[in-house]
């Protein structure tokens, strides 16, 4: 509602004037004036009539296939007569419209002349989609697009593409600034001065330690369930009994600097748990955190025994800010569910790392690589993809429960895989092309692109984290995001009681005498 009586149209809320590009500039002239106007999109007009749209999603496509962007044309590339809205439409027919059809920019034109530009997060502001009060057997199954909570940690965008952590976009923020600083500004609300994140480093530096009690359980909890055992079903028993060993008790009979403190030293000691595990697992002796490194290089240096590169220890640290938090996922739902029950936060952990280790969740990192090295070349790609969609098998990496278009982790991850370099980059790039090829012909509306997964498995493999880890190094930074709901949801609790639907034989049967 624009003025709380009126319902708003697209003029209220379309940006105006349109950066434009005409049909014959090239792509590196188009994509600059995006990067110089901070814009999504250029509309493509001939005669002061639109006739095409570029959009940060061709431009992607466009790196993907390795164009010469310095002499190829805008025309070439353009999404030609592109739909249009008029500005007198109302803004929740046009959200509508870029729903249904999984646009995030759209003309706005007012009979043949180009009068602004609308977009999906224009719409947002004003066609914001909450569920209805239902009966319990018309709430979707899987809870999908059922509000329980309010938030301020973050959230999640599916159709335009974006998430962030507080009122900042996360891929910006794992672009720009440090994991600790992503950690202090979802416990704190707030980004730390260098002053103030050297501080947070030394108050979180002598929390990455295990206590000792613990640590002398952990060969014998590294043998449980053989060489095979997953480390997060480690992870969950070692960290369970860490919670004991601290006293961590339920959160309605402490203070909040209690529960504070020991979702800090949560999140410092997990990933010294998880390679210390890994480590004895494999016969090795675990390594203790090192002084002057910061959370990812330390990470992987506990893993490794030896000082990372620094690209390697950036790339990862990057992807561990990627992944910190991602709206009301099945771990961080589980972690709420628990702690709004008033019980400890070890519990609410614990709860969460179960949810994470299924692999619906968190699984798929490894299985999207070991998919690359089945498909093993470029030319195996199509033939081989054909066949698991004919099969009804899902490609691994590629699809998202709430993204209906690019996932801006995978986005963000293809860049630092590009970076990296190396045969398997490449190889990637050429499966991802032939996959989204391949889907948008043999299951047209779909519109399926690669998820955080794809290229989260590249990554990690090329910095040398082994695919048994791959989830467990999720693990280790979800659990900053775990902890800040823990704090989020004691600070303002109602106990989350939902109710069911009951589809058995309708009661009440007459109980039968025993035979």
């Given at each position: 509602?624009t003025?709380?009586?009126s319902?708003?149209?697209?003029a209220d809320?379309m940006?105006?004037?349109?950066?434009?590009?005409?049909?014959?500039?090239?792509?590196?002239?188009a994509a600059g004036?995006?990067?110089?106007k901070h814009?999504?999109s250029?509309v493509?007009?001939?005669?002061?009539?639109?006739?095409g749209?570029l959009?940060?999603?061709?431009?992607i496509?466009?790196?993907?296939?390795?164009?010469?962007?310095?002499?190829?044309?805008?025309s070439?590339?353009?999404?030609p007569?592109?739909?249009?809205?008029?500005?007198?439409v109302?803004?929740?027919?046009?959200?509508?419209?870029?729903?249904?059809?999984g646009?995030?920019?759209?003309?706005v034109?007012d009979?043949?002349?180009?009068v602004g530009?609308v977009?999906?997060?224009?719409l947002?502001?004003?066609?914001q989609v909450?569920?209805?009060?239902?009966?319990?057997?018309?709430i979707?199954?899987?809870?999908?697009?059922?509000?329980?909570?309010?938030?301020?940690?973050?959230?999640?965008?599916g159709?335009?593409?974006f998430?962030?952590?507080?009122?900042?976009?996360a891929?910006?923020?794992?672009e720009?600034?440090?994991?600790?600083?992503?950690w202090?500004?979802?416990f704190e609300?707030?980004?730390?001065?260098l002053?103030?994140?050297?501080?947070?480093?030394?108050?979180?530096?002598?929390?990455?330690e295990i206590?000792?009690e613990?640590?002398e359980?952990?060969?014998?909890?590294?043998?449980l369930?053989?060489p095979?055992?997953?480390?997060?079903?480690?992870?969950?028993?070692?960290?369970?009994?860490?919670?004991?060993d601290?006293?961590?008790?339920?959160?309605?009979?402490?203070g909040?600097?209690?529960?504070?403190?020991?979702?800090l030293?949560?999140c410092?000691?997990?990933p010294?748990?998880?390679?210390a595990?890994y480590r004895?697992?494999?016969?090795?002796?675990?390594i203790d955190?090192?002084?002057?490194?910061p959370y990812?290089a330390?990470?992987?240096?506990m893993?490794q025994?030896?000082?990372?590169k620094p690209?390697?220890?950036r790339?990862?640290?990057q992807?561990?800010?990627?992944?910190?938090?991602h709206?009301?996922?099945?771990?961080?739902?589980t972690?709420?569910?628990?702690?709004?029950?008033?019980?400890d936060?070890?519990?609410?952990?614990?709860?969460?790392?179960?949810?994470?280790?299924?692999p619906?969740?968190g699984?798929?990192?490894?299985?999207?690589?070991?998919?690359?090295?089945a498909?093993?070349t470029?030319d195996?790609?199509?033939?081989?993809?054909?066949?698991?969609?004919?099969?009804?098998?899902?490609?691994?990496?590629?699809?998202?429960?709430?993204?209906?278009t690019?996932?801006?982790?995978?986005t963000?991850?293809?860049?630092?895989?590009?970076?990296?370099g190396?045969?398997k980059v490449?190889?990637?790039?050429?499966?991802?092309r032939?996959?989204i090829e391949?889907?948008a012909?043999?299951k047209?509306?779909?519109?399926?692109?690669?998820?955080v997964?794809f290229y989260?498995g590249v990554v990690m493999?090329?910095?040398?984290v082994?695919?048994?880890?791959f989830?467990p190094?999720f693990?280790s930074?979800?659990?900053?995001?775990?902890?800040?709901?823990?704090?989020?949801q004691s600070?303002?609790?109602?106990?989350i009681?939902?109710?069911?639907n009951?589809?058995?034989?309708?009661?009440?049967?007459?109980?039968?005498?025993?035979e």
């Amino acid at each position: 509602m624009t003025d709380g009586s009126s319902p708003a149209t697209v003029a209220d809320l379309m940006s105006t004037p349109v950066v434009t590009a005409s049909p014959v500039e090239t792509l590196a002239e188009a994509a600059g004036r995006m990067r110089e106007k901070h814009v999504g999109s250029v509309v493509v007009v001939q005669d002061d009539k639109p006739v095409g749209i570029l959009t940060e999603r061709d431009m992607i496509r466009i790196a993907a296939a390795g164009v010469e962007t310095g002499t190829a044309s805008v025309s070439e590339w353009m999404t030609p007569n592109p739909d249009s809205v008029g500005p007198d439409v109302p803004a929740g027919e046009a959200f509508a419209s870029l729903s249904e059809h999984g646009y995030r920019h759209i003309p706005v034109v007012d009979g043949t002349q180009l009068v602004g530009l609308v977009s999906m997060r224009d719409l947002m502001r004003i066609a914001q989609v909450q569920p209805v009060e239902l009966p319990a057997a018309e709430i979707p199954k899987g809870l999908e697009g059922v509000v329980v909570a309010d938030t301020t940690i973050g959230d999640v965008r599916g159709l335009e593409g974006f998430y962030h952590y507080r009122q900042y976009n996360a891929i910006e923020l794992a672009e720009k600034r440090t994991l600790e600083d992503v950690w202090y500004l979802l416990f704190e609300g707030e980004l730390p001065s260098l002053r103030r994140r050297d501080e947070f480093i030394d108050e979180l530096r002598p929390l990455r330690e295990i206590p000792v009690e613990v640590k002398e359980l952990l060969p014998q909890a590294a043998a449980l369930g053989g060489p095979e055992a997953p480390p997060l079903d480690m992870l969950r028993t070692t960290y369970s009994m860490m919670a004991v060993d601290l006293d961590f008790r339920p959160w309605l009979d402490i203070g909040r600097g209690e529960l504070h403190a020991q979702a800090l030293q949560t999140c410092a000691v997990v990933p010294t748990l998880l390679t210390a595990l890994y480590r004895l697992k494999h016969g090795f002796d675990p390594i203790d955190p090192h002084p002057d490194l910061p959370y990812a290089a330390n990470y992987l240096y506990m893993m490794q025994g030896e000082v990372p590169k620094p690209e390697y220890a950036r790339a990862v640290e990057q992807y561990l800010i990627s992944t910190i938090d991602h709206g009301f996922n099945a771990s961080t739902f589980t972690a709420r569910v628990i702690t709004s029950t008033g019980a400890d936060l070890g519990s609410a952990v614990v709860g969460a790392i179960g949810a994470l280790s299924g692999p619906l969740h968190g699984g798929a990192p490894s299985r999207a690589l070991d998919m690359l090295d089945a498909i093993g070349t470029e030319d195996k790609a199509e033939p081989w993809l054909r066949d698991a969609v004919e099969r009804g098998d899902r490609l691994m990496g590629f699809g998202h429960r709430v993204y209906k278009t690019d996932d801006p982790r995978s986005t963000m991850l293809r860049g630092i895989a590009q970076r990296l370099g190396g045969p398997k980059v490449e190889l990637a790039e050429a499966i991802e092309r032939k996959g989204i090829e391949v889907l948008a012909e043999m299951k047209p509306g779909r519109q399926l692109y690669t998820n955080v997964e794809f290229y989260a498995g590249v990554v990690m493999d090329t910095c040398g984290v082994p695919r048994e880890m791959f989830t467990p190094t999720f693990a280790s930074s979800r659990v900053i995001g775990w902890c800040s709901h823990v704090l989020e949801q004691s600070a303002d609790n109602r106990l989350i009681r939902p109710s069911a639907n009951y589809a058995g034989p309708p009661p009440p049967q007459p109980v039968p005498d025993p035979e």
